[in-house]
């Protein structure tokens, strides 16, 4: 070795498998003269560099700003290793990875690039058409995943051999497929075709376009499952799927062809912009242009419609191919699963579930290993405000900066489940699974967990779940095997926020959502909570109600309200002349109502802010039911959004007296008063949009002021906002002013959702810190 050549060993953390990494490596090397190795370690990429120190200086400064585009550098280590080592280098190249422990962060699936996707619909490229096409910066990771290193044989594309063009390119580290792992081509890759129909490739695409195009229902197999797909103009197609699904208002999700049709149907900020066509692609919640083509029933009374990009080759296809059918430019993408169910990954099971929803379906021979639904993200303030983690995302870790050690399993909550893997400081959430009420989503959650383990090389030292004894997930936990751990599922969504905003301080916490289980037995919903890592205390709570009729009540919004309205008129004669006035429900349903309540039958004492937000949507007329899960909350945040929007003079007198009490030790938000004034209102005649928008501040101010006096007892000055409530953002945004107002420092959410979807992240925190202190304890 030269005497004036240097040896640096470079280790890079983040994600740096499957993005192109080590030929990216090997052309700056080249570019700067660098001799040396680079192998993939697993947890890092490992670099031995020689060189003179300008040469050197220049690779590490390229390194750090031109990395693969699909690259997250979290952090370089350098070591000069000159003295240590007697390597000599004549050349740089790419070894064998090798297996180490440490830290792993594993890439999410990636969309189509934009160089990919010109050569696809290049006729005279060997791609030309190909519905595999993928290169070092696009294309499928976690999904086909079996095990770390990214290899092409620790994955499903092991299965295709590359054919020998494949292979030259995969070898040659001047093109844009040097060691991209699932490389292939029309010759040697996947195919797709027709499940119980004899067409293959280029026919089976040709097939379901004509199908899509003539009206009908088909089912595509993606990246991560199959979607439920359908022309999103035709109002008949849109119509009919939602009979077959069973699934009367809920929302349907749309791919458009490209950007400029989102556009012509929606409203769209450069940021949203900015989203939309990354190599993420998410569905995004975009307000509808009034003059868009969309049928009415994909998002019916809803302001908002869920919009996507293909991200997949083949959903390209779908929209252009060479076949002279004409094909509409936005369409119906919904997750391929029976309702509760998660999404189908491979034929057998969308047979046996999807095939009376649909006239065809299109599959392919690449196996999935991780199922991943799509990413759903609204927006707040013009940045991202996460409502559905998962393809794109998970499971890129949430990192903190605490000495926290050890290995803890999160389960998740029951609802809109995913889990979380705690290493240390690092965090990863899971894919969206699904809702556990459903036996094949327990098993999903199962089998996702056991790969999880794989890949992360974890065998925690506890698991964590919720309180609740009778949830799937508690099942799933005890049946695991380790050391068990509960925790109270409103602290665990304070716990998710302060983890995301990686705050360590002491806080007081807002965690308002649908239910969750109380450390008294009884139904917690609407709370604030002064919480750190160790434990919290229950400081304050909306005004309890009873609860009645067991799971109907969450889906029947005019029963909460019968029941509040009894409980503050506590007169059944009284309650039962406003309930006819407000045509809330018979006399016969409110004599029922009544009696169960007198009677304590299938009733359970609730602080259920989601159920709150039901009760006044009855009350004012906007939604008596719901046919899918948060329908009349959502619909009483847009009727006050409507309001809001008008020239009407929107302050209204926010004082309400008494607006907080104390009771039992505990802070009460009045809420009983609220609803009584409300229904006073509106017996007189008050409009009931001016109403809800009225509701939703007297909430915001009712929430500042227990955080003021919250802040007095504890001297905390952070106020954390959680839980599935917080998705409504007139509540957020209501909220988040009056507290800074009072001088609070906000922390809300933006990449972890406020709902159960979060909740596995601070489950996995609560655990890392019990497991912390107790390795303190035992070591004083």
Known sequence: ?????????????????????????????TSNGICGTVCNKGPYVEIYAQGQKKQMEGFLKALEVQPPKRAAILKINTEDVTAETDMHFETFDIIESEKTKGEIFVSPDIAI???????????????????????????PR?????????????????????????????????????????????????EVYLIGRSERGRDAITYTRQMISEGKIVAIKGIGGFHLCCDATNEEAVQRLRMLKRRPAKPFAVMAKDESVVKREC?????????????????????????????????????????????????????????????????????????????????????????????????????IRIRADDTVMDFYKNEPYMIRRSRGYAPLPFMMSTDWKGKV???????????????DSRFYPSPYVGDLEDLRTVKALQETIQRFQTLLEVHPQVVVCDLHPKYNSTVVAEELGYPIVKVQHHYAHILSCMVENDCQEPVIGVAFDGTGYGTDGTIWGG???????????????????????????????????????????????????????????????????????????????????????DAVSAILGIRHKSSFEGEASMALEFAAEAYEQKDHEQKQNKKIDPLVYEEDGHVILNTQLLVQRIVE????????????????????EQITAVCVEARNVSGRQKAVLSGGVFQNRLLLRLTEERLTEEGFEVLRHRMVPPNDGGIAVGQAAYGMAQLFRAMHMGSE
């Open 1 to 29: 070795m030269n005497k004036k050549e240097l040896t640096w060993r470079i280790r890079v953390y983040g994600i740096v498998q499957g993005v192109g990494f080590r030929p990216t490596v090997s052309r700056h090397a």
């Open 113 to 139: 690039c934009e160089e990919c996707k010109e050569e696809m619909y290049d006729p005279k490229d060997r791609r030309y058409l190909h519905p595999f096409i993928n290169c070092t910066c696009c294309g």
């Open 142 to 190: 976690l999904t086909i995943l079996d095990a770390l290193p990214y290899d092409r044989e620790r994955t499903s594309m092991k299965e295709f051999p590359m054919c020998p063009d494949c292979a030259e390119e995969y070898e040659d580290e001047t093109t844009r497929r040097y060691d991209a792992q699932p490389v292939c081509c029309n010759k040697c890759g996947p």
């Open 267 to 367: 409203v769209m900020t450069p940021e949203q912009e900015m989203i939309l066509t990354g190599h993420q692609k998410p569905i995004l919640l975009l307000d509808k242009e009034n003059d868009g083509r969309l049928a009415p029933s994909i998002a019916p009374g809803n302001p908002k419609v869920g919009v996507m990009l293909p991200y997949a080759p083949v959903q390209l296809l779908i929209f252009q191919y060479d076949d002279g059918i004409k094909m509409p430019d936005i369409l119906v993408m919904t997750s391929g699963n029976t309702s509760g169910a998660p999404i189908c990954r491979e034929d057998t099971e969308a047979v046996a579930e999807l095939s009376h929803l649909c006239d065809a379906m299109l599959s392919h021979n690449r196996k």
């Open 409 to 423: 399993l999160a389960v998740g909550g029951e609802l809109k489940n995913t889990f979380c893997i705690g290493v």
């Open 527 to 613: 709370e604030i909570l002064l919480a750190d890592y160790e434990d919290f205390t229950r400081f304050g709570n909306i005004t309890p109600f009873l609860q009645i009729g067991g799971d109907i009540s969450a889906k029947e919004g005019w029963r909460i309200a019968v029941s509040m309205i009894y409980g503050y008129t506590k007169d059944r004669e009284l309650a039962g002349e406003i309930m006819k006035k407000l045509d809330l429900c018979s006399e016969k349903e409110s004599k029922v109502q009544f009696a169960m309540a007198d009677r304590k039958l299938n009733t359970v004492l609730s602080t259920s802010v989601g159920r709150l937000f």
């Open 681 to 700: 209102a509106k017996l007189q005649g008050a409009d009931s949009g001016r109403l809800a928008y009225w509701f939703h501040e007297i909430l915001a």
